[in-house]
């Protein structure tokens, strides 16, 4: 045998000897390859994960309304306002009579205030200027009638017109005196001898309530004497909607002051504020009397289901200078709780000057 074939024969023999040395059972080692860092799996951590949460759906912004111009509006130009009536007193004519006249039209006596205050010549109510003197007579403010008005007077009864005070003749009886007529009707001398220019008042003081000491008026059993005879009058709803409810609860028009006149001087005495009766009062119902002493800036009010009322002394001044006062009359019922609520129409103030004791 020659030397390559030896060499071949001894390493057949070693990896032979090597291969029954090796373990059994144990895995044929692989050799291991690095991975490529492109190749690495990436597993989120759970605090990685977004939760989504669902909103309301949206929605289309609205659009802005645009502003279109209207048509221009025409100017008012107010038209003049007419100037008061011009009246020629006549004989006999008392001022009650003159503004129930055309184109007067008046049906109650509030505007006696404004007479007053156009014509300086009257100071009274009782007293015109001769015959042949020219007074102002004011012209009625026309009323809006309010939306609704018709239907509502459809539903309600026929009313008496507001601050109309009707008129009844009195029978003069045996042994009246004309004061007694008026006390008994609950009137003065000044409105008797308004509504009846055909008596005589000779010598009458109409600033004093029983005439004065020269007051003089004949009468004859049977002659008709005018007396006021005044009637509840109801009231329309206060909101003219056209759907109101007709009430039977009776209201009035404000109470018409007859003394003192306005303006009038009283004297450091007591006396008794009257007016006309503004109809029948319900049972509760009372009027409301409130005076003024403007001087002193004091007030007070009291009532009465007369229509007079005695001023009481404690308000008769007492500073040694004269005050101006105001008073005014109106109809009140009660109120579940004790107050007095107005139910009359709104009655204006009536000054007169107050002498100091």
């Excluded at 008046?106 to 109510?125: K, Q, W």
């Excluded at 609950?186 to 008596?199: E, F, K, M, R, Y």
């Excluded at 009062?281 to 003024?292: C, R, S």
């Excluded at 040694?320 to 609520?341: C, E, F, I, Y």
Aim: aromatic content about 6%.
């Amino acid at each position: 045998m020659n030397r390559s074939a030896a060499s071949v024969c001894m390493a057949a023999l070693l990896a032979f000897a090597l291969a029954a040395c090796q373990p059994e059972g144990l895995p044929a080692r692989t050799p291991t390859v690095a991975q490529s860092p492109t190749a690495q799996t990436i597993t989120a951590s759970p605090t990685a994960l977004v939760t989504h949460t669902p909103t309301a759906p949206p929605q289309l912004e609205q659009p802005t309304p645009t502003y279109t111009p209207g048509p221009p509006t025409e100017t008012y130009t107010p038209s003049p306002t007419p100037g008061p009536f011009e009246y020629t007193v006549q004989q006999d004519d008392t001022l009650l009579f003159i503004i129930q006249q055309p184109p007067f039209n008046y049906r109650d006596t509030n505007v006696f205030r404004e007479i007053m205050a156009l014509n300086p010549n009257i100071t009274s109510i009782d007293r015109l200027p001769p015959p042949g003197s020219v007074i102002l007579i004011p012209r009625q403010t026309a009323t809006p009638t309010p939306e609704g008005f018709e239907l509502t007077r459809a539903l309600l009864p026929e009313a008496t017109p507001a601050g109309n005070v009707p008129v009844i003749p009195h029978a003069v009886a045996e042994g009246e005196t004309i004061i007694g007529i008026a006390a008994s009707n609950g009137t003065t001398l000044s409105v008797l001898a308004t509504l009846n220019p055909v008596i005589d008042f000779i010598g009458c003081d109409f600033s004093n309530p029983i005439g004065g000491p020269g007051c003089s008026v004949p009468l004859v059993v049977g002659q008709p004497v005018n007396i006021p005879a005044p009637t509840p009058s109801p009231t329309l709803s206060p909101t003219f909607s056209g759907s109101e409810t007709p009430t039977s609860t009776p209201t009035y028009a404000p109470p018409a002051p007859i003394f003192p006149p306005e303006g009038a001087s009283a004297n450091a005495r007591t006396f008794l504020l009257q007016w006309l009766s503004a109809g029948i009062l319900q049972p509760g119902e009372t009027y409301i009397i409130q005076v003024e002493d403007l001087t002193a800036g004091t007030a007070h009010m009291e009532v009465s289901r007369s229509n007079s009322y005695m001023l009481p002394t404690s308000l008769i001044p007492a500073d040694g200078q004269a005050h101006q006062m105001r008073w005014k009359v109106s109809v009140g019922a009660p109120n579940p709780d004790g107050t007095l609520r107005i139910i009359s129409g709104l009655a204006g103030w009536n000054s007169f000057t107050w002498q100091s004791r």
